[in-house]
């Protein structure tokens, strides 16, 4: 379960992430709400993580699945750069979060 916690945890990281882009945009409450609610979340199903999955396992975790779901969402909604380049060391990312959880 702590696993299935740990992956709620890195969505709503993107969410909270996502809260930022749209304060820039101009929606300053509404990002700010999207912020909050996503981080208060995120930090919650962290938490709950961490009881049996190790401090820089879950860590590491919850931050890989942020910084890929994040570099995505910014490809696909925000028009950043899709270079071939880029989406290889998102899948590095996503082999070492792969790798980390096979080792723990």
Known sequence: MSWFFLIIAGVFEIVGVTGMQVMVKGQKLKGFLIIL????????????????????????????????GSAIIGMLYYGESKDKLRIFFIILVVVAVIGLRLVS
């Not at 979340?41 to 890989?64: C, K, Q, R």
């Open 37 to 68: 609610i996503g981080f208060i979340i995120s930090f919650t199903f962290l938490s709950l993580a961490m009881e049996t999955v190790p401090l820089g396992v879950a860590y590491a975790v919850w931050t890989g699945i942020g910084t890929v």
